[in-house]
């Protein structure tokens, strides 16, 4: 006995001398120990950093300059560049290796946007207060399958209840989330914060406790792309043609309404619902509200403008009369609160400025929101922060 204890410790001994002379990119290949990246400085500056001895150039892109890209300076092995001060806020990025996007090695925080998957960026201060995980009470996401007969077969979507939803039977009022072109029901989550904007909005006394059904617009997917079959993965999907086909719209009001309101508490009456999205998200929300203008007194149209005049071709099917005649419903429906909110150097800015014109013409009352920025998301994860206090007053 003494001596199989002897050979193990032996063996134990040879070992761990092994392993304190192995070297150190062996043990750890993925992230060197030395590598600190992004490293986020007192005033809010930022340092990124990646080691590629073998790399002739490398640059950072990130959300806080849209289409520009920042030159890293190589130091023996590691590129190396400082940016900022930057602004309270989430951003996204990608390091540019010899032209190739990659993620940064050292940053495990990653979200996605449909195909856009990158690094995520945290800066501390008041827009972060907002967006970030906060030590307060914590609603409760759920992923829900739901049959669709509008669109054909089972479909997913999120469902965001309120801190203290299952410890009581009070009923609640609804916002329906709504994404982009080329997103999925995650997007709002992943990239958009919608769970932890409201958490810190409700913690504060900002916004009213609400349920938050966060859907999939596409009616040409299910789900996600890890929560599709199989044989879905490689087919194209659609994107903002399927959005634009109206069945979302239809499935929206005929099945995913009379779930939520069969399955939770929610004050189903107009008082207590609230719609948004951006993008084509704001777009299938104005179809929503127009053909059904006593459905909601709370609508959001974010990053959207009047889809007619979209590009350089105006869909020729689009009918003035039809549409004003829907907005004069619309107006004589009352709703409380008309948000529109677009950034400065938004590609669909022209769009907005149109909708807006139609609307004066008309006569609807709505609120105009215009902040610095481009088609991204901190312009609507600041949308949802500005609009969720709106609702339910």
């Known amino acids: 006995m003494k001596k199989t204890n002897i050979v193990l410790n032996c063996l134990i001994v040879v070992w761990l001398i092994i392993l304190i002379m ?10 060197p120990g030395n590598i600190i990246s992004p490293e986020i400085l007192p005033d809010n500056s930022v340092i990124f950093r990646i080691k590629a001895p073998n790399a002739n150039s490398a640059q950072v892109s990130g959300t806080w300059a849209t289409g ?24 996204e990025y990608d390091i540019i290796l010899d032209g190739i996007p990659i993620l940064d090695p050292t940053n495990n925080m990653v979200t996605r946007d449909g195909a856009w998957i990158q690094n995520r960026l945290m800066i501390p201060g008041v827009m972060a ?59 709002w989550l992943s990239r958009g914060r919608a769970n932890y904007i409201l958490d810190n909005l409700i913690a504060t006394g900002k916004a009213e406790p609400m349920i938050v059904v966060i859907t999939n617009g596409n009616p040409n997917t299910p789900a996600a792309p890890l929560d599709r079959p199989a044989e879905m993965q490689n087919k ?7 959005m634009a086909s109206g069945k979302f719209e239809e499935s929206l009001v005929k099945d995913v309404m009379p ?17 948004t999205g951006f993008s084509m998200g704001g777009f299938q929300t104005q179809n929503i509200t127009n053909a059904n203008p006593a459905m909601f007194k709370y609508i959001g149209v974010m990053s959207m403008g009047l889809f007619s005049s979209f590009g350089n071709n105006p869909n020729p099917n689009y009918n003035k009369n039809q549409h004003v005649a829907q907005l004069k419903a619309l107006i004589a429906a009352k709703p409380k609160v008309y948000w529109i909110g677009i950034a400065k150097s938004d590609f669909l800015y022209g769009t907005a400025v149109k909708l807006r014109s139609l609307y004066d013409e008309v006569g609807l009352k709505y609120i105009y929101r215009e902040n610095e ?15 969720a206090p709106l609702c339910f007053k």
């Open 129 to 187: 207060d907002i967006i970030d995980v906060k030590p307060v009470p914590h609603g409760d996401v759920k992923a829900v399958w739901y049959n669709s007969p509008a669109i054909g077969g089972e479909r997913r979507m999120f469902i965001y209840t309120p801190p203290g939803y299952d410890k009581n039977k009070k009923k609640y009022p609804v916002m329906y989330l709504l994404h982009g072109g080329g997103g999925d029901e995650e997007v």
């Open 259 to 275: 779930y939520i309101e069969k399955n939770y508490r929610v004050i189903a009456d107009a008082d207590h619902r609230a719609i």
């Open 236 to 242: 194209i999907q659609g994107g903002i043609a399927s």
């Open 68 to 91: 520009k890209m920042t030159t890293m300076e190589k130091k023996d092995s590691v590129f190396e560049v400082k940016i900022g001060p930057l602004s309270s806020d989430m951003y």
């Open 373 to 387: 920025g481009t088609h991204d998301w901190n312009s609507w994860r600041l949308y949802l922060s500005e609009f």
């Open 22 to 31: 192995m070297p150190q990119h062996t043990m750890s290949q993925r992230q």
